[in-house]
Nanobody, 120 residues
Framework: QVQLVESGGGLVQAGGSLRLSCAAS????????MGWFRQAPGKEREFVAAIARSAVITRYADSVKGRFTIARDNAKNTVYLQMNSLKPEDTAVYYC?????????????WGQGTQVTVSS
């Protein structure tokens, strides 16, 4: 049974930082590209960042470029999202995703999500 478990969400003031983690189990982690998506209230889920299996290639949404960094540790089956200079518009539920395709255009597995709230 595949599980993606996110952690690290919370409440932070604008300009602050958070680091999200996603621990994967039940799959061969190094075979999957990993990504982060987010969904704000009343909006569709949107792509945030992705990292290829080798960790050499990354992709970011324009809205987070220069502020967010995605990384992975294949030995720990974990993907991270370092979020700096947070803005109120970053408030959303953040979801971890695993895909055997690159770029991530189809997701094989989703996490349950972690809430990030940025206050102004």
């Amino acid at each position: 049974q595949v599980q993606l478990v996110e952690s690290g969400g919370g409440l932070v003031q604008a300009g602050g930082s958070l680091r999200l983690s996603c621990a994967a189990s039940g799959l061969t982690f190094s075979f999957y590209a990993m990504g982060w998506f987010r969904q704000a209230p009343g909006k569709e889920r949107e792509f945030v960042a992705a990292i290829a299996r080798s960790a050499v290639i990354t992709r970011y949404a324009d809205s987070v470029k220069g502020r967010f960094t995605i990384a992975r540790d294949n030995a720990k089956n974990t993907v991270y999202l370092q979020m700096n200079s947070l803005k109120p518009e970053d408030t959303a539920v953040y979801y971890c995703a695993a895909s055997q395709r690159w770029p991530i255009v189809g997701v094989d597995y989703w996490g349950q999500g972690t809430q990030v709230t940025v206050s102004s």
